[in-house]
């Protein structure tokens, strides 16, 4: 079974730290996504990496910034944390484009920034 | 800009019924659309998906209807249970271009006894 880990299910951090989120999977998946996931807006794509050290940013980016120097690990990084950040954040990962695609999800971290 | 619209917010169903849940979509190049159940406490986990080339699809009491010329497609359940309560994502992906998925914004499923 595929396995996406992330390093915290609750965190609270206060405005202005700079925050640290790690996801690592097991299956030797070449992409790797961070998404964030709000009542009534479902999920949106943060950032996504196909290779290490390689990234593009997804729909909402401003305010974070990632991090991939290994294939297992990909790392979201709030510089400076605030209010609005308060969120659910989901690692996912999953092979190349193919028959059958699917993203494997991690069991998310609460981030409440106060 | 939501390039992926879900219908409805909540849904509440007695058990055996049929639950439906709507997505339609902007994008033409989209090519592929998966559903997505989350359990609480739990990230999303795929749970059918569907490609243009075919009106429907069905595993098990899931089946994925899908209109091209309207741009919509559609989530059933059949002969729902109390165990089907969860929170249903469609998304949309063009495949060919790359392997973002653009999520729905979920529908909340309570099947009750």
């Known amino acids: 079974d595929v396995k996406v880990t992330q390093s915290s299910r609750y965190l609270v951090k206060r405005t202005g730290e700079k925050v640290f989120l790690e996801c690592v999977q097991d299956?030797?998946?070449?992409?790797m996504f961070w998404y964030r996931q709000d009542p009534g807006l479902g999920l949106r794509l943060i950032y996504f990496?196909?290779?290490?050290?390689?990234?593009e940013k997804g729909d909402i980016p401003e305010g974070y910034s990632v991090s991939r120097e290994k294939k297992e690990r990909f790392s979201l990084i709030l510089e400076s944390a605030s209010t609005n950040q308060t969120s659910m954040y989901l690692c996912?990962?999953?092979?190349?484009?193919?028959?059958?695609?699917?993203?494997?999800f991690g069991p998310g971290t609460r981030l409440t920034v106060t | 800009q939501q390039q992926v619209k879900q219908s409805p917010q909540s849904l509440i169903v007695q058990k055996g019924g049929i639950p439906i849940i709507n997505c339609a979509y902007e994008n033409t190049a989209f090519d592929y659309f998966p559903w997505y159940q989350q359990f609480p406490g739990k990230g999303p986990a795929l749970l059918i998906a569907?490609?243009?080339?075919?009106s429907e699809k069905k595993e098990g009491r899931f089946t994925i209807s899908f209109n091209k010329s309207a741009k919509q497609f559609s989530l059933h359940i059949m002969d729902s249970q109390p165990g089907d309560s969860a929170t249903y994502f469609c998304?949309?992906?063009?495949?060919?271009?790359?392997?973002?998925?653009?999520f729905g914004t979920g529908t909340r499923l309570t099947i009750i006894p």
């Open positions: 569907i490609r243009p080339d075919v």
């Open positions: 299956m030797d998946h070449e992409n």
């Open positions: 990496s196909y290779d290490v050290k390689m990234k």
């Open positions: 998304a949309a992906s063009n495949l060919i271009g790359n392997e973002k998925l653009t």
């Open positions: 996912a990962s999953s092979l190349p484009r193919g028959p059958g695609y699917e993203q494997y």
